[in-house]
T-cell receptor
Framework: DAGVTQSPTHLIKTRGQHVTLRCSPI?????VSWYQQVLGQGPQFIFQ???????GRGNFPDRFSARQFPNYSSELNVNALLLGDSALYLC???????????FGNGTRLTVT | GQQLNQSPQSMFIQEGEDVSMNCTSS?????WLWYKQDPGEGPVLLIA?????ELTSNGRLTAQFGITRKDSFLNISASIPSDVGIYFC?????????????FGQGTELSVKP
């Protein structure tokens, strides 16, 4: 069975640019969450979506936005990129909004 | 951002030794989870705990949900080289708004053959 898939795996952007990261959940999972992991730290919660509705938002600026599509896949968008946005962005899916999360392998974003 | 206090930060052990790591919080959680992350990969779920006092095993791994609901422990028995990686605890407060995870800083485990 396919796990959580994320694309692209790596991305290099310049300050001020925009980026879109994509995530496909495990089949049957209706909730998708996004986390940011800076080197040497644990993942930090950005967003959670369940049944296409936003169910939670972490302490991130409005430059970060996300959405979930009818097929339960999701996109994370980041505008006006800053150097500090360089991180591993992890997508996780779960059966419901309260079930244990299963993570993808992430998108490594580098902002120069 | 908010994080749990996880210790130790790193461990260097000999193959065959047992390992213990723990996680504490000032907040109460109703679920504790333990993940392992290998380089270049996402965290993989090892154990999920749902009830205060619960003790759960997964092979050589055993984890406990603290009675106060503010802490959790993970033990690995008879370590092997493939146990190498970073172990994260995570607390989850499940409610009708969903259940975001709060992660610890991680424990980096090195196993010497």
């Amino acid at each position: 069975d396919a796990g959580v898939t994320q694309s692209p795996t790596h991305l290099i952007k310049t300050r001020g640019q925009h980026v879109t990261l994509r995530c496909s959940p495990i089949s049957g999972h209706k909730s998708v969450s996004w986390y940011q992991q800076v080197l040497g730290q644990g993942p930090q919660f950005i967003f959670q979506y369940y049944e296409k509705e936003e169910r939670g938002r972490g302490n991130f600026p409005d430059r970060f936005s996300a959405r979930q599509f009818p097929n339960y896949s999701s996109e994370l968008n980041v505008n006006a990129l800053l150097l500090g946005d360089s991180a591993l962005y992890l997508c996780a899916s779960s059966v419901t909004g309260n079930s244990p999360l299963h993570f993808g392998n992430g998108t490594r974003l580098t902002v120069t | 951002g908010q994080q749990l206090n996880q210790s130790p930060q790193s461990m260097f052990i000999q193959e065959g030794e047992d390992v213990s790591m723990n996680c504490t919080s000032s907040s109460i959680f109703n679920t504790w989870l333990w993940y392992k992350q290998d380089p270049g990969e996402g965290p993989v779920l090892l154990i999920a705990l749902y009830k205060a006092g619960e003790l759960t095993s997964n092979g050589r791994l055993t984890a406990q949900f603290g009675i106060t609901r503010k802490d959790s422990f993970l033990n690995i028995s008879a370590s092997i080289p493939s146990d190498v990686g970073i172990y994260f605890c995570a607390g989850q407060m499940r409610n009708n708004q969903g259940g975001k995870l709060i992660f610890g800083q991680g424990t980096e485990l090195s196993v010497k053959p």
